[in-house]
T-cell receptor
């Protein structure tokens, strides 16, 4: 069993829909990161969380430390949100999920 | 402020050769981490440096090594290249280790023939 599990693996939605991507982990962590990777490889760090909830524009990230679970939400999704979203947890080392490939249709 | 830069961006090598990749962090950042990304394994942690010291290392063979210089620039070296080393190699910098946001470079795409 992977130490970091993301779901779904792939998601296709219509523009405007509310999107949720989930991340569950089985190890102790000091922080959890959500990353965005566009075709071509560039990675952007979206959030770093150790507790609670963070919001940036249309993106919201939450974490429940007791349940070892985090969610990334995208409100009013747009085709430019199409990318791979990667959850990563770290304590001494960083462990990545396999990513969720999101495709938003216009 | 300039972002993280990596050189070269693309590299083609043959099996058995060695390769050196370079990463220049954001000015003022003292921590540099290296990652390997492949279609099969996804992103995997290689190593992390802070103030010229390796702080953590991932589960990669000894053919993979790195170092950090006094100006925080970092290099990673892969010796005796294998076909399976073909990957996107990413570096990321942060102010300090563990608790800071990481800023990623564009990556070096290595192809081993």
């Amino acid at each position: 069993k992977n130490e970091v599990e993301q779901s779904p693996q792939n998601l296709t939605a219509q523009e405007g829909e509310f999107i949720t991507i989930n991340c569950s982990y089985s190890v102790g962590i000091s922080a959890l990161h959500w990353l965005q990777q566009h075709p071509g490889g560039g990675i952007v760090s979206l959030f770093m969380l150790s507790s609670g909830k963070k919001k940036h524009g249309r993106l919201i990230a939450t974490i429940n430390i007791q349940e070892k679970h985090s969610s990334l939400h995208i409100t009013a999704s747009h085709p430019r949100d199409s990318a791979v979203y990667i959850c990563a947890v770290r304590d001494d080392k960083i462990i990545f999920g396999k990513g969720t490939r999101l495709h938003i249709l216009p | 402020k300039a972002g993280v830069t990596q050189t070269p961006r693309y590299l083609i090598k043959t099996r058995g050769q060695q390769v050196t990749l370079s990463c220049s962090p954001i000015s003022g950042h003292r921590s540099v981490s290296w990652y390997q990304q492949t279609p099969g394994q996804g992103l995997q942690f290689l190593f992390e440096y802070f103030s010229e010291t390796q702080r953590n290392k991932g589960n990669f063979p000894g053919r993979f090594s790195g170092r950090q210089f006094s100006n925080s620039r970092s290099e990673m070296n892969v010796s005796t290249l294998e076909l399976g080393d073909s990957a996107l190699y990413l570096c990321a910098s942060s102010l300090v280790v563990r608790y800071n946001e990481q800023f990623f470079g564009p990556g070096t795409r290595l192809t081993v023939l």
